[in-house]
């Protein structure tokens, strides 16, 4: 019997979207009833991707098609019908899954004109959730278009599920929630390289550790960490709190600036983009998410395997996975962050919250349920 081929189409690599590729990829690399093709672009690729695909290259075939994140529709075109006759040269393919919403838009259309049996789109946080007024009903014309195209939608979250039906952005018969995961980590073993990473930064063991890991960018709003730690470091000396920015992206002169602005420069850690995320969450004592909008962050998923307790803004998809693990604060509000990490000053405090939410993660948030869940979507 021939093996089922299975297509995963993505534009934008970078952060959670790129690891739930690199982990599907995987997953389906490993079952011998499946032949696995992976569509991408390289315009916006991080390392950290990269890197992953590396791994899968002897696994998996592996096609780029050039794909830029704005709207252009000479280029969006191309795109279209380059992926078009991959497909159509390579098919016939039983499943076509896109992920966020430009490989979304003109993946799925090009799925759809060859008549791919499953055109499945993931969004992984529709861009209008982070919008209001006439943009945000511009672009969920978009996203309407894109519910249209494909036969499934999936919501990484019950929030995502509530925000598209609630807006009528997808039927509800397309839809199903199937929430993101990942392998738990080994903590015996990321224990002690966490206290490796602390000597390398020079903080010192009693210091109490807040970072904030993400892209710099409008939806993950960096500056509101600023703003906190402004704050905070009026009553709490270097020897006491450290605070910690990883990441790079559009906001990245921002950030500096204000950095410079509130006079931070000696107590806030700018590491900039680094691809040794674990080594840094595993030298933390606290995480914190500042987002305006998600769809489910991976983040909050790998921070919770690190044993971490977890502020966040109540952002769509973090509700679940934080039931007694983290602490939720209002999109924006920096005196509510900042009242929120006053709660976890306390190590005890900490510890409980951290076993809570890495004791969660191992129940619900299996990477082989998950699977289980996409594989089924792909083949009935």
């Known amino acids: 019997m021939s093996p089922i081929k299975i297509a995963q189409i993505i534009e934008s690599t970078g952060g959670g979207s790129g690891r739930h590729v690199l982990d599907v990829l995987a997953a389906l690399a490993q079952d011998v009833r499946f032949e696995v093709h992976l569509i991408h672009s390289l315009d916006r690729i991080e390392d950290r991707y990269r890197l992953g695909v590396e791994k899968l290259a002897g696994q998996i075939k592996i096609h780029e098609v050039p794909m830029v994140r704005q709207v252009n529709p000479i280029l969006d075109w191309r795109g279209m019908w380059?992926?078009?006759r991959y497909l159509r040269q390579q098919g016939p393919f039983q499943a076509v899954h896109s992920h966020s919403a430009k490989a979304g838009a003109i993946g799925s259309v090009a799925a759809r004109l060859l008549g791919v049996p499953r055109v499945v789109f993931t969004p992984h946080a529709f861009y209008s959730m982070g919008l209001s007024g006439r943009k945000q009903k511009v672009y969920q014309v978009v996203e309407k278009i894109c519910g249209l195209v494909c036969h499934k939608l999936i919501a990484v979250s019950g929030e995502e599920s509530s925000y598209m039906l609630h807006h009528r952005l997808i039927a509800k018969s397309k839809l199903r929630i199937i929430p993101n995961a990942i392998q738990p980590i080994d903590l015996a073993t990321w224990q002690a390289r966490g206290q490796q990473m602390r000597k390398q930064l020079g903080i010192a063991p009693n210091t109490r550790v807040i970072g904030s890991i993400g892209r710099l960018t409008p939806q993950k709003n960096p500056l509101m960490f600023?703003?906190?730690v402004a704050r905070r470091v009026q009553r709490y000396s270097a020897a006491e709190e450290?605070?910690?920015i990883v990441g790079d992206g559009v906001l990245e002169p921002e950030v500096l600036a204000a950095l410079e602005r509130y006079q931070l420069r000696d107590r806030?850690?700018?590491l900039g983009f680094r691809s040794d995320v674990d080594d840094l969450l595993a030298a933390l004592d606290v995480f914190v998410l500042n987002s305006l909008y998600e769809g489910m962050p991976y983040i909050i998923l790998e921070a919770m395997a690190h044993a971490l307790p977890i502020v966040s803004t109540n952002v769509e998809g973090v509700l679940d996975p934080l039931?007694?693990?983290?602490?939720?604060?209002?999109i924006g509000d920096v005196g509510a962050l900042d009242a929120a990490l006053e709660q976890l000053v306390d190590p005890q405090r900490r510890r409980e919250m951290g076993v809570a939410n890495r004791?969660?993660?191992?129940k619900n948030y299996s990477i082989e349920v998950m699977m289980q869940s996409l594989i089924n979507?792909?083949?009935n």
């Open 268 to 270: 806030v850690l700018f």
């Open 226 to 228: 600023v703003e906190m």
């Open 359 to 362: 004791q969660r993660l191992e």
């Open 82 to 84: 380059a992926i078009h």
């Open 323 to 330: 039931r007694d693990g983290g602490l939720l604060v209002p």
């Open 377 to 379: 979507l792909y083949l």
């Open 242 to 244: 450290c605070y910690l």
